[in-house]
């Protein structure tokens, strides 16, 4: 009795082991198709990305300019205040009734003359950024319409990818989707983790002449013998994946092993003693 729970145990792990391998097999055949759409879908995100920065400084450079032009209306609306106080001061100096009345309306004078002056030269700073900034915001708005241009030439490039292998790719979704409740939740956590951390999204590899198929380190021959007897999941103790007997899904390691060599016997003589 014993013994049957053993053997049932012995092909649960046999059978989980192959239903992952069966899963990796699926999964990487989605990857090779979105390596087949090659950098598209990152050329695209980051044109897409662009285009908003473009937006983002043409907006800037439109409130920047809407800001200056009415920085220079106050000035010039001061401006005008201010010759209108100079207008009163002349006025009033025809009518002064002594120097020490003439010499604060000069002063005042010369004060509103010199406001004048910084205004005018704020104007002028504030028309040349006005100016530059247009130049800025329509070599913005240029290259926001090419970048435009090329997001639509990629994003049909990437439509028509995406069109022809649509199909295969739902289909080999939906394998792996109904693979996944015949493993059990620790084991299949365990491999989504270990082919998440893996570049090339290998989280169960088969031992290929003596080694691991991941990262090819050499397996113990210890090692090697748990793996092929599918008692307990195996992982490599160097990049953690999961390891299987290639036998046990059909591949044949390429290099055999060279037959033992027979032993040389000794000839040996025994000394005679008179």
Do not use: W
């Not at 009163?88 to 004078?109: D, W």
């Not at 290259?143 to 069109?163: P, R, S, T, Y």
């Amino acid at each position: 009795m014993a013994s049957e729970k053993k053997s049932e145990k012995e092909r649960s792990v046999e059978e989980r082991l192959k239903t992952l391998y069966k899963l990796q097999t699926l999964l990487s055949e989605i990857d090779r198709i979105k390596f087949l759409r090659g950098e598209l879908p990152n050329e695209v995100k980051d044109l897409e990305d662009e285009i908003i920065r473009y937006q983002t400084r043409i907006q800037k450079f439109t409130d920047e300019i809407a800001d200056l032009r009415a920085f220079c209306e106050a000035k010039e609306r001061d401006i005008e205040e201010r010759r209108m106080k100079i207008a009163r001061y002349e006025e009033q100096i025809n009518n002064v009734r002594n120097n020490r009345e003439y010499a604060f309306l000069e002063k005042e004078k010369e004060f509103e003359s010199l406001e004048i002056e910084l205004a005018e030269k704020n104007i002028r700073e504030a028309n040349a950024k006005i100016a530059q900034k247009t130049t800025d915001t329509e070599k913005a708005h240029q290259d926001l319409a090419d970048h435009e241009h090329i997001l639509e030439e990629k994003k049909k490039e990437l439509e028509e990818i995406v069109n022809e292998t649509r199909a295969q790719e739902e289909d080999l979704r939906a394998q792996a989707k109904a693979l996944e409740p015949e493993i059990d939740p620790y084991t299949l956590a365990a491999f989504k983790r270990i082919r998440g951390n893996a570049r090339n999204g290998l989280g169960i590899v088969t031992v290929q002449r003596s080694a691991c198929g991941g990262c090819f380190n050499r397996i113990p021959a210890q090692r090697q013998l748990e793996i092929k007897m599918h008692k307990k999941v195996i992982v490599c103790e160097y990049c953690g994946r999961i390891m299987i007997d290639g036998a046990l899904v059909g591949e044949v390691d390429p290099i055999e092993e060279a037959p033992a060599k027979p032993k040389r016997v000794r000839k040996t003589t025994r000394k005679i003693e008179d």
